[in-house]
């Protein structure tokens, strides 16, 4: 064990975060979304919720400050009647990391699927909200360790 990291940080997701770049996608996803059959790398986090995951993460990992929205949701599909109440969640979340007005984009469900195939990991959690898939753009460390 190590001192001031979350515990539901794994230690293949810290691996995972490490490895990656600037530019690099990590994709957070709920437990409807086709993980296995998406990912490159797949990071298993069944039982965990993703704004838990989502607040661990951002607490080490960089946002894209190159891009307008370096944070991606999965937009609702056309005569979908659902509202995704997680998204003020994560609103929330973000905005304790990042002071952009508006760092969240939604994208078109078959556009959100292909980023999700070449992000660089996808995390599969228990979650069970709907629309609770959320893709993170990897930007660099500016302050030294």
């Given at each position: 064990m190590l001192k001031g990291i979350p515990a539901i940080l794994s230690p293949e997701l810290l691996k995972t975060l490490m490895e990656m770049g600037h530019g690099d996608e990590l994709v957070i996803a709920d437990g409807n979304f086709p993980a296995a059959s998406m990912a490159q790398r797949l990071v298993r986090c069944d039982g965990h919720g993703v704004p838990e995951l989502l607040a661990a993460v951002l607490q080490f990992f960089p946002l894209d400050t190159f891009v307008r929205q370096p944070v991606a949701l999965m937009r609702v599909v056309p005569g979908d009647t659902?509202?995704?109440?997680?998204?003020?969640?994560?609103?929330?979340?973000?905005?304790?990391?990042?002071?952009?007005?508006?760092?969240?984009?939604?994208?078109?469900?078959?556009?959100?699927?292909?980023?999700?195939?070449?992000?660089?990991?996808?995390?599969?959690?228990?979650?069970?909200?709907?629309?609770?898939?959320?893709?993170?753009?990897?930007?660099?460390?500016?302050?030294?360790?």
């Open positions: 659902t509202k995704p109440q997680i998204w003020e969640e994560y609103r929330a979340i973000v905005r304790t990391y990042d002071s952009r007005p508006e760092p969240l984009e939604q994208v078109e469900r078959f556009a959100f699927y292909e980023r999700a195939q070449k992000a660089y990991a996808v995390v599969a959690t228990g979650e069970q909200a709907l629309y609770a898939n959320i893709i993170l753009k990897k930007g660099v460390v500016t302050e030294s360790v």
